[in-house]
C-alpha cells in the first residue's frame, strides 16, 4: 500500500486498515519508524470528507512543528492553531492544539457534530501526574462516533489500555505494536581512557578496574581523593579513574558520528557545556559550505533579535556548530536554534530533556550525560521510558544506516546503576498507569451540565476505576483487602466518585443539592490554581490590588524560578503587604485541604511578583535581565510565566464579566496590556 509516494511498512498499513473500517487505533512503535503517518494519513482522510479533525499534543513545541507541517500540506487557510500561546484560525477544519484545550471544549459542551478524528500523540502522559486526567477526560467526553488514533513510543501495556479504551469508547479499539526500528540503534558506553565501548566490553573494562583496587563513588569522595593521590604512577589512565568530559566525549565521537544531541540533566550544565566548548574549540565543526549558511543567517538573525539578546559570545559559539537548548532559553533564542538544527548547521547540541519528547529532530548520535535525574524531590535512575525517549532520537531515517547512543558513566558510578542498564538494553518501558484525579473545576463544570448519577458514570469510566475493577475480578480473595486499601487512599466506590464534590460542600462552595454557591460561581471559570485563585477572589485581594501588583501576584501563582536566582531589590511597601496577604490565603485550610485530595501542592513564588509588576509598567526582558543574577538563561521561564499569568487574569476576568462589568473590563485590559513582545498573542 503507497499513500504520499512512499510504501507502507507493515505495522502503518495495519493501522491505516483499522481506520479504514472505522475503528480507533492505539499505535506502539519506536521513535522514528513513522507512527506519526497514521496520523497524518487520517487527517488526510477527515479533510478529503469534508469533515474535521484535531491533533494534540503534550508539548507546545510539538504543536508547533506539527502546524507549520499541515500548513505545509494542506495549506494555511484548512489548518488552525490553539496552544494558549497562539491563536490562528480557530474554526478551521484541521486544528492542532494542547489537550486541556480540546478537554475545556469538550467541558464547555461545545457542539462538533463535523468533528471526525482525534489524534492524541504521546498518549502515554496519560499517568502523568499533574496533566494525566486530561487526557483520560478527553477519550471519556468524546462523542463516541469520534475515531481515536493514539501515538506512543513506550506503551507497553496496549492491551489493557486498548481493552479500556474500547468499553469506553462502545466502539473497536485497535492495537497496533512494532518494535522494529526504521534506523537500527546500538547503545554502549564512553569513557575517556576505554573509548567508545559495547556493554559487555565496559563490563569487563571495570571489572579490571576494580580488581586492580578502583573505588565506586558510594564509598566516600574525600576517601577515594586521598586514595587516589596514593596511586600516582601506577597507571591511573589504564584503571579509568579520571573522569570522562564532554570534550573527551566529543573528541572520540567526530567526525563519523556528527550530529550529536548530548543530553545533560539542568539548564546550568546545557549553557556551561556549550560556552566551554565556544571558548575551547579552535575549528568549527561545519564545512565551508555550511559555514557561508551559518555566518549569513547569524547576520540576519543579530539583526531581527539584537546584539543584547544574541550577543557576540554566543553568535561565535553557534558559528562553530554548537548550541544550547532548554525550556528557559529566550524564546526567540530558541526558534533560531530550532532552526539552525533542522538546516543540519549545529552539530552539537547540548540539551535538557525539550528535545526527548516528539520533536522530529533526531541526530546521528545521541550522549547520555549519566544515568540519574533530580525528579524535583530526590536523585534517581532514569525509568526505561525516559531513557528510550531520549535514545530515540539517535538515527536519521533516509540518512543513517545506523544510529548511536552513548552513555558518559565513569567506573565509580557503574555498579549501583548493573540493574538499569541491563533494563534499559532489553527495552521492555514500565506499564502505563492512570493518575485519574479529577479537578475541582472538572467537577464542577460537570454538575453545571450533568445530573450526579451522570457525572459518577463518567467518573467510572476512568482507566483508573477500570483498572481496580479488572484487578478485583481476576482475584476475588483480594477484593476486600483491595477495598480497604483503595478506602485507605480515598479512591474508592461512591468515595472515589464524590469526594472532590463533598469536599466542594464542606467550604461552602456547593450546597448540600449540589446548588452553586459564591465559591462554585467562581470556580467554574478558573482553571489555574483554582481553589486557591478562587479564595483570593472571595477575599477581595483581585478589587484591591492595583494592576501591577495583581498580575504580579499572577506571575507567583503560575511559574517558578530555578534555585540560584538571586534578586537586586527585596519586596517592599505595598508589594511587601500583597505577598503577606496572598500567602496567608495560600496557607488558608480551604486551599491545603484541596492539595490533600488532589495530592498536588498550590504553586507560589514570591520572588516573580517583581517580574510580573515590572512588565505590566512596561519593561523589557532585557531591562529585566539586570535586576536579577542567574547562573542560566530564564528569559523563556519569565514569557512562559507571564504567558500564563495573563490566562489567569483572563479567566478571573470572566468571574466578573455579568456582575461587575468595570473589574471584567479592567482585568481584559490588563491582559491587553501585557500581551506585547514575546508574550503576544497572534490571532
Sequence with gaps: MEYRGLTLDGFQEQAVSHLRDGASVLVSAPTGTGKTLVADWIVDQALSDGKQVVYTAPVKALSNQKYRDYCRLHGE??????TGDLVIRPDAPCRVMTTEILRNMLLDGQQMPELAAVVLDEIHFLDDPERGTVWEEVLIYLPESVQIVGLSATLS??????????????????EVKESKRAVPMEIGFVQRDWGLVTPEQYHQHWKRWKGSGGQARSGGRRRGRRDRRH???????????????????????EPDRLPVLFFVFSRKEAEARARVMGRRRTRSFLDATEQRRMDARLFDAVQEIGEAVLHRELAHTYSLGVGFHHAGLHVQLKALVEELYEQKLLKVLYTTSTFALGINMPARTVVLDGL???????????????????????????????????????????????????NYLEGASEPVHSSFNLSFNSVVRLIERNEMPRVKELVSQSFLAWSNRSRSQRSDKRIAALRAELEAEGWSGDRYAQQPSQYLVGIGYLDEDD???????????????EIFTTELVLEGLVEELPDDLLYGIFCGMTGNLPR??????????EARGAIKAVEQVRKGPQVTGAEAILGQEVTFTPGLVHFGAAWVNGRTLEELALTFWAKTDISGNLVGCFRRAKDLCQQVSEVYRDQEPATFERLRALAR?????????VG
Design 515 to 529: 446548588g452553586f454557591a459564591a465559591g462554585a460561581r467562581i470556580l467554574r471559570h478558573i482553571q489555574i490554581s
Design 564 to 573: 540560584d536566582v538571586r534578586l537586586a531589590h527585596k519586596p517592599h511597601g
Design 372 to 422: 540519574r535525574k533530580f525528579d524535583g524531590q530526590e536523585f534517581r535512575p532514569l525509568r526505561v521510558r525516559e531513557f528510550m525517549q531520549k535514545a530515540g532520537r539517535a538515527g536519521r531515517r533516509g540518512m543513517d544506516e545506523q544510529g548511536f547512543v552513548f552513555v558518559r558513566l565513569d567506573p565509580g558510578d557503574y555498579e549501583e546503576h548493573i540493574p538499569d542498564v541491563n
Design 673 to 681: 496590556r501585557v500581551s506585547r513582545d514575546e508574550v503576544e498573542v
Design 231 to 253: 596511586q600516582r604512577g601506577r597507571g591511573r589512565e589504564d584503571r579509568g579513574e579520571r573522569p570522562t568530559s564532554h570534550i573527551d566525549v566529543l573528541r572520540l565521537l
Design 77 to 82: 487557510e484548512n489548518v488552525g492553531l490553539v
Design 157 to 174: 501495556n496496549l492491551s489493557q489500555f486498548a481493552a479500556w479504551l474500547s468499553e469506553v469508547r462502545k466502539r473497536p479499539v485497535e
